[in-house]
């Protein structure tokens, strides 16, 4: 569905209206590597040009490494109820919503590390 690639734009403004977006591209990077996907995520990176990224990356492991995705959506922490509303057949667009569910959960991450570290 396309209506997530507009909230996930609206959630990076908002992590860098919080000045969070850089924490955000390092966590998501933490959560690759702990899940063993490899990844690696500049902080300077556009908005446009992450999404796209993740929702590739996000993508390939459907199609090819299912496993492996399913270990990323673990260690991302992706609650199991969201992740079975997700309404596609189309793996085009259950990786645009899983990367949605992503950027999301991992701003939650950065928020809460920024909110009770401060």
């Known amino acids: 569905m396309k209506k997530d690639i507009p909230n996930c734009i609206a959630l990076l403004q908002n992590a860098d209206e919080q000045q969070l977006y850089q924490k955000l591209v390092g966590q998501i990077n933490k959560d690759f590597v702990r899940a063993n996907i490899p990844l690696s995520i500049s902080k300077e ?6 999404i796209g990224l993740l929702k590739e990356k996000i993508y390939v492991l459907i199609l090819e490494k299912f496993n492996e995705y399913l270990n990323l959506l ?27 569910l992503v950027l999301q959960r991992e701003l939650q991450k950065v928020e809460y590390k920024d909110k009770f570290t401060s």
Do not use: M, N, R
């Not at 990176?45 to 992450?50: E, F, I, N």
């Open 45 to 50: 990176l556009p908005h446009d040009a992450l």
């Open 74 to 100: 673990y260690a991302i922490d992706i609650p199991e109820k969201a992740f079975k509303q997700i309404d596609g057949t189309d793996a085009v667009e259950v990786a645009e919503e899983v990367t949605f």
